[in-house]
């Protein structure tokens, strides 16, 4: 809660200094045991500037499963052929994960990952070139401990912040990454 205050009382929340967004769509993925409802926060503050915030569908979170990452697939295409855009996934914990795998499935579809405090240390799949990654995490993260949430692709860029696991979707420094990273460049045109 005592991030969600200082998010509410940042500058970052409302505005200030955020780039505005081209639109594209952005799929917003709870963590383990979670559901789309706390996330409302980052989906409005996606809304508000310019971009379109795609819900998961996911009531509770229950972990890494080959259906469950069929059915967000399902989302991100879907979200790709409605807008003639490539997605952006943002996932929280355990939702980074799995919008890392549906980026290694899509990369076609996939534009960028951005993973809140996520176990990527688990991942199995290479992500392809034509997809970028960041994952934002925290030392003081007692739930996925550092270095697991580091990305290890070559090319991915990990940014350290500080807070709790949970507050990562809550946390101003995040969104202040958030404003910085949202509107790179699609890597295939870099």
Do not use: C
């Not at 990952?113 to 934002?136: D, F, H, N, Q, Y």
């Not at 807070?163 to 949202?182: D, E, Q």
């Amino acid at each position: 809660m005592t991030e969600f205050g200082l998010l509410l009382s940042d500058p970052i929340y409302w505005g200030w200094g955020v780039p505005r967004g081209d639109g594209r769509p952005v799929l917003v993925l709870p963590g383990l045991f979670a559901g789309d409802g706390y996330l409302q926060p980052l989906r409005d503050w996606l809304g508000r500037y310019g971009y379109s915030p795609v819900k998961s569908g996911i009531g509770r979170n229950p972990g890494w499963s080959e259906e469950l990452v069929t059915q967000l697939a399902e989302i991100a295409l879907g979200e790709h052929r409605r807008t003639r855009q490539r997605v952006t996934i943002i996932g929280h914990s355990m939702g980074g994960l799995q919008g890392r795998s549906v980026a290694a499935r899509l990369p076609q579809v996939v534009r960028h990952v951005i993973a809140l405090g996520s176990p990527l240390s688990m991942a199995r799949e290479p992500l392809p070139a034509a997809v970028r990654m960041t994952s934002i995490y925290s030392r003081e993260d007692q739930i996925v401990r550092h270095p697991a949430a580091l990305a290890r692709e070559r090319r991915a860029k990990n940014v350290k912040v500080a807070g709790s696991h949970i507050g990562l979707a809550f946390n101003p420094a995040v969104y202040r990454v958030l404003a910085r990273t949202l509107g790179a460049p699609d890597l295939e045109s870099v």
